[in-house]
């Protein structure tokens, strides 16, 4: 065909290195390679979220999205997300003493995010 560009088949010179290995072996040199290129991806998710990420946490924990919208906004709006919005939210239960689901519904009304402000700066990052 006019306009390819033939590719040399080079798979025998590139696969030298592995030609001795057993099934095995093979497979532990996979998935450690597997396990080096998703390394950085966990260390990512372990310091970083998102406004999605936040608000389906909610929603396993009870709140409907209606109500997750206007905690994940409180907690941007403080500088907070990255603790946490179901977090932030169980944190305020348990200083209070209240339930979960009141902490929040108390917080979508303006309420504890004070609170909330002062217990997690102190923990740093």
Do not use: C
């Amino acid at each position: 065909m006019k306009g390819h560009l033939k590719r040399e088949d080079d798979f025998k010179e590139r696969r030298k290195h592995l030609a001795n290995l057993s099934d095995e072996e093979l497979k532990l040199r996979f998935w450690k390679l597997a396990e080096k290129a998703v390394e950085p991806l966990l260390e990512l998710a372990k310091t970083h979220t998102t406004p999605s990420i936040e608000r389906s946490v909610l929603l396993r924990m009870g709140f409907s999205s209606l109500e997750a919208k206007p905690l994940v906004e409180g907690a941007i709006d403080r500088g907070l997300i990255s603790k946490g919005v179901g977090h932030l939210v169980y944190r305020i239960s348990k200083e209070k003493n209240i339930p979960l689901r009141q902490a929040g519904l108390e917080m979508i009304e303006g309420k504890h995010w004070d609170d909330a402000v002062v217990i997690f700066r102190g923990e740093g990052k």
